[in-house]
Nanobody
Framework: VQLQAFGGGLVQAGGSLRLSCAAS????????MGWFRQAPGKEREFVAA????????YSADSVKGRFTISRDNAKNTVYLQMNSLKPEDTAVYYC????????????????WGQGTQVTVSS
């Protein structure tokens, strides 16, 4: 599975962005998908995950109520809708895939996409 993330950019605090991650291959629906982020000088952290069917989602406490993960298995794409953005959300965002939702949530992911930069100005 190859993952291509896009949709990052520069936005003012309080604004919104939607990230997309397009996956190659015909087995997209077999994988749990997730988003992680890494800010300068910090470790990569879990942001959100969604199971194979899209019926269950998980979010980090820091983004609950602001970020929503979703997927379209027909389009082989996972999304991260980010609302009410804060300067502390500034980071490189990565999408990831794994057969296990539990492993993915722990950051043990079989596949990683390249990152997309999100910058939130105050």
């Amino acid at each position: 599975v190859q993952l291509q993330a896009f949709g990052g950019g520069l936005v003012q605090a309080g604004g919104s962005l939607r990230l997309s991650c397009a996956a190659s291959g015909r087995t997209f629906s077999s994988y749990a998908m997730g988003w992680f982020r890494q800010a300068p000088g910090k470790e990569r952290e879990f942001v959100a995950a969604i199971n194979r069917s899209g019926g269950s989602t998980y979010s980090a406490d820091s983004v609950k109520g602001r970020f929503t993960i979703s997927r379209d298995n027909a389009k082989n794409t996972v999304y991260l809708q980010m609302n009410s953005l804060k300067p502390e959300d500034t980071a490189v965002y990565y999408c990831a895939a794994d057969l296990s939702t539990d492993r993915l949530r722990r950051g043990v992911c079989e596949y990683w996409g390249q990152g997309t930069q999100v910058t939130v100005s105050s």
